[in-house]
């Protein structure tokens, strides 16, 4: 299986990310970026797999 690559727009879009601010922070927290020259890419593996690893439930509270 060939590993697919994304720029980091269609990574932001894949993620429905708005803000490069949040992709910088998910690539400041490991997420790993590929520099192929002057152009920089992220495997989507990756980004499946760093989303896996970061992945938190929601802690819902009730009242009764």
Do not use: C, N, W
Request: proline share 3%; charged share 30%; glycine share 4%.
């Amino acid at each position: 299986m060939a590993i697919e690559y994304l720029t980091f727009k269609e990574a932001m879009k894949y993620l429905g990310m708005k803000s490069p601010i949040t992709l910088r922070s998910y690539i400041d927290a490991g997420l790993p970026v590929i520099e192929v020259g002057k152009s920089k890419k992220i495997s989507k593996s990756d980004i499946d797999e760093f989303m896996s690893k970061h992945k938190r439930t929601a802690q819902h509270e009730t009242t009764v």
